[in-house]
């Protein structure tokens, strides 16, 4: 299976080639040439496969130019209950009948993104280690992503993170969680100035291309294909946890913000999985949710962003929505750079009236959006009504995803995140702290390792090129 790109501009290249980079050569983004599709007898054969099992069945799919048996040990060694707290990887916990949490934040960040990033850790040690070479990871992080990545490069051979975060401005947590890690090829940058400062020096220097070059500079951002691909594992996973037969059809609520996590639900739909309908559920910044009712996408500025409760949703543009959309249009290459131009001049594009937006129901997906006041509203009940505590995004996910619950239809929500991680909305919520798992007892307590800097990219470029 060979990558294309979104905007046509580059030859097809193989599944590795496309591992380690982020936007393709003619700047969109790498998706495969097909989908695969699973027939009715593949999907009832594995029914009944582990986490590990059904994981190397779908990657494989689409990996095809890594060895199979190399695929099954890096599948196998990521896939564990040590690392994700129980054989079954994603625990589905059923509210009520047809209203299930499908819980994707027990890996060692308690978040979702740890399923696709552990993976990531280690198939980039594997490539890099067959093509002899390095890989010094670059980031910019206000929180959930940047530890995800730290915990899945930590200690692996030919890597080093450098991981930037502005400081003072993470919660507790995440900054204990992140800067107490004590292996030597990760290194926290508290930069003193704000998230978009960070992000713009990660911006600078990889613009320096005879430094990128030299110091074999690298991210690990939200539009690597390989991530999406491997969140696709947990549709099928979670759709054969509440489902009897493959004749039974499921719907999925999903906390968004990049766009990453529903449009590996897309593909998983795409490839034959009996998903009803995606609903993507938006808090205050609601572009997407725009764009599934109007037609219109406008992505905003970062000072038109609002910082929210549920703060890993808080994007102006969701980098990955550009993957559906060329699925949207016929995977016609020419129609989304022509959107893409407009969006890239600062403006935005309109689909309403056009066949393309009269498609949108034949993909399943439909949207809604949420406040402060309803995350707060939805956490108080389900515990109340469930005794289940859920975070603040997970909470987005089900209050949206409760408006289009249809009878007879099983509906599985996204657990994004564990409570812990949001303590202060939590406590606002049900006036106490959230449950605070086993591992992470004492973590604030923990020495922590951080060189704290000036928003500088001359002695961020320092840094790099004195421990890389
Ligand atoms: C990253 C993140 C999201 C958004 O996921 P996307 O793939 O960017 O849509 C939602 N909730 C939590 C807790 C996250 O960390």
Known sequence: MENISTRGGCAARPFS?????????????????????VSAETLEQWRGLTYPELAF?????????????????????????????????????ELEPGLHVLGLSN???????????????????????RAGEELNILGATSGDTGSAAEYAMRGKQGIRVFMLSPHGRMSAFQRAQMYSLEDPNIFNIAI??????????????????????????????????????????????????????????????????????????????MMGLPVRRLILATNENDVLDEFFRTGVYAPRSTQRTHATSSPSMDISRASNFERFVFDLVGRDPAVVKGLWAKVEAGGAFDLAGTPHFARIPEFGF???????????????????????????????????????????VPLVCLETALPIKFEETILEALGRKPACPEAFRGIADRPQRVTVMAADVEKVKAFIEAHA
């Open 107 to 129: 890996g060692p960040t308690l978040a979702f993104k740890d399923l696709a990033l552990q993976l990531l850790g280690n198939l980039f040690q594997y490539a890099l280690a």
């Open 17 to 37: 080639d496309t591992l380690l980079g982020g936007l393709a050569p003619d700047g969109g983004l790498f998706l495969p040439e097909a989908y695969p599709r």
């Open 192 to 269: 003193e100035s704000m998230f978009d400062d960070c992000q713009n020096i990660v911006k600078a220097v990889s613009g320096d291309a005879d430094f990128k070059r030299r110091h074999r500079i690298g991210t690990v951002n939200s539009i690597n294909w390989s991530r999406l691909m491997a969140q696709v594992v947990y549709y099928f996973k979670g759709y054969f946890a509440v489902t009897r037969s493959n004749r039974e059809q499921v719907s999925f609520a999903v906390p968004s913000g990049n766009f990453g996590n529903i449009c590996a639900g897309h593909v998983a739909r």
């Open 366 to 408: 439909v949207s809604g959006s949420s406040t402060h006041a309803d995350r707060l509203a939805t956490i108080r009940r389900v515990w109340r009504d469930h005794g289940v505590e859920i975070d603040p995004h997970t909470a987005d996910g089900i209050k949206v995803g409760l408006e289009f619950r249809e009878p007879g």
């Open 57 to 93: 069945e779908i990657i494989r799919r689409f990996a095809t130019d890594i060895p199979e048996a190399d695929l099954r040990s890096l599948v196998d060694r990521t896939y564990t209950a040590e690392v994700f707290g129980s054989a079954d990887i994603t625990p589905v916990r």
